[in-house]
């Protein structure tokens, strides 16, 4: 893994990390669930360091066509999740609790922006993240470790859609969700209501 690649990817997963201090409301919990749903950002900066310094053995080899391709999308996704992080920050006009507290209900629906194509944006980038460092990293720990935030950023969409169809939004919320992809945008024509 060349330094800029790493150095992108790390700054990538720093951006993600410093949501809480810039934009998520202040009044949330750090508690069990946030860390297991946040532990994985954390230990893939890790990953990435000990395969910068070739303490994890890749399962490709440096140099190669297949290095050099992988590297090149991994560049690609790690643009596109900074991207996507800012564009969905300036789509808020009202910062989210942190991590979607219990006890957090929804004031506005934002269906513009990014949210115009997917429902959960933040997520997108977190994936984008994520899939930008198991390229970068090729190892089965960082694919492992990959999964796992991929299945907790599932569940945790699923529960916030269950409290949004549940909430005073449910209403507006339900044919936006029929319209929408949750982590990838659905194609064809956008209507905006």
Known sequence: MNNTLLLMVILNFGLIGALPLVFFRRDGVYNLAWL?????????????????????????????????????????CAALSILLLGLTIGAHR??????????????????????ARMRHPFYSSFLLAFTAAILACPHPASLLLTL?????????????????????????????LQKTG????RLGVVRHG
Do not use: C, K
């Open 36 to 76: 297991a749903t946040a532990a994985p950002f954390f230990i893939m900066v890790g990953l990435l360091l000990l395969g910068r310094f070739e303490m994890l053995n890749p399962v490709i080899e440096a140099g190669s066509t297949l290095a050099i391709v992988t590297q090149t999308i991994a560049t690609g």
């Open 94 to 115: 009202i910062p989210l609790a942190l991590w979607h507290q219990h006890n957090d209900a929804p004031v506005e629906l934002v269906t513009w922006g990014p949210y």
């Open 182 to 185: 949750r982590f990838l945008p």
């Open 148 to 176: 796992y935030a991929s299945a907790a950023l599932t569940l945790t969409a699923r529960r916030e859609e269950r409290r949004l169809l549940d909430s005073s939004l449910g209403s507006q919320y339900a044919p936006y």
